[in-house]
């Protein structure tokens, strides 16, 4: 490697001094001090302060180096300020304010590190055969390596500055992303509006009697108040004239042979409304998943994992029909699936 004026010194055949990169052999890469001679005797010396290829196109290097350092803190300021405008609901141009400050700052300094501070050259490199030998590599290797070594060193305290910029920006940048998922669900997936006495009505708020429907009729009903709830849905559908027990432990709840489902196919959610009497199945017409409605609505057939939940019903004095609580079970697919 040749500098342009001739002063060609990276690939020098003189002593190293404590100021230079030495190596090549098993000495290459090492960074500092002087390495053992890899053939013939012959010390390389690869890097040095004094080389004119690492010195700082500032003239007054110290005094730049203060400037970028103002320019990194301003950038850092204006991070830190849109995180806080950010978390404080500012509007989006006093973000954008300090969102300008922290770029311009980070990218001043930046880009002045880069032009005043870091080496300048020119450097050219003569043509040569292009196959380098082992030595030649190893060499240059270890050049590379130790310059890049000794810029950066000299630089720690504006590498700190930058590295505490990036971090705060990467900080501040995941914040939207963090709110832009919303706030936790809490237990609200695991419950439905329906209550324990909740009466039974229509999509319309009609409340339903336990002699509206004929054995064999089905119906789409709500707990009253929240007519329409896309997680109350439930198929209300009279099997029998008589109570029927679709598991043990539910002796209780189906009062004149009406059984309560939760209509969200616990697949993938869509509405499970197609009855058919005579085999006492509901089917989900997404997947074609098929319940069996005499037996707690567990699948016999298609790709839903897991039983429809039931709904303990009951009927009041004045003949309506109420729910005795909740589902048994969380409604619909997803991470409510349970054995
Ligand atoms: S959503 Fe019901 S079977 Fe797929």
């Known amino acids: 490697m ?89 509007t989006e141009g006093v973000m954008g304010l300090f969102l300008a400050v922290g770029l311009f700052g980070m990218g001043f300094g930046l880009a002045a590190w880069g032009k005043y501070l870091m080496p300048q050259g020119p450097f050219v490199e003569e043509r040569h055969d292009l196959a380098g030998t082992r030595r030649e590599q190893e060499a240059f290797e270890a050049a590379a390596l130790g310059r890049g070594q000794m810029v950066i060193a000299r630089r720690g305290f504006l590498g700190k500055l930058l590295g505490a910029g990036a971090a705060i920006f990467a900080i501040v940048a995941a914040f939207p ?84 489902y939760s209509k969200i196919c616990t697949h993938a959610g869509c509405p499970v409304g197609l009855y058919e009497e005579q085999s006492q199945q509901l089917l989900c017409p997404c997947h074609q998943s098929l319940f069996d409605v005499l037996d707690g609505a567990v699948p016999v057939f298609g790709p839903a994992p897991r039983p429809l939940p039931q709904l303990p019903l009951m009927v009041d004095s004045a003949g309506y029909l109420r729910a005795q609580s909740d589902f048994n079970q969380p409604v619909g697919p997803g991470f409510w699936e349970r054995s």
Do not use: C
Not at 5 to 11: P, Q, V, W
Not at 24 to 38: D, E, I, T, V
Not at 188 to 208: A, C, E, I, N
Not at 212 to 241: C, K, N, W, Y
């Open 2 to 90: 040749t500098q342009a004026n001739g002063e060609d010194k990276a690939l020098s055949s003189h002593g190293a001094s404590s100021d230079e990169v030495v190596g090549a052999g098993s000495g290459a890469g090492s960074g500092s001090g002087s390495g053992a001679p890899s053939d013939g005797g012959e010390e390389l010396v690869f890097a040095s302060l004094d080389d004119p290829h690492l010195q700082p196109a500032a003239r007054n290097p110290q005094r730049m180096e203060k400037v970028i350092a103002v320019s990194l803190v301003i950038g850092i300021i204006g991070f830190a300020g849109l995180g806080a405008a950010y978390w404080q609901g500012a």
């Open 177 to 260: 992303l963090l709110r832009s998922l919303g706030p936790l669900p809490g237990k609200s997936l695991d419950r439905t509006s329906w209550r324990k006495g909740s009466r039974v009505v229509t999509v319309d708020g009609r409340p339903v009697k336990a002699t509206d429907l004929e054995v064999g009729g089905i119906l789409t009903v709500f707990p009253e108040g929240h007519e329409g709830s896309a997680m109350a849905q439930t198929v209300l559908i009279r099997v029998a004239s008589a109570p029927v027990v679709t598991m043990p432990g539910r002796e209780t709840w189906s009062p004149d042979g009406y059984l309560a």
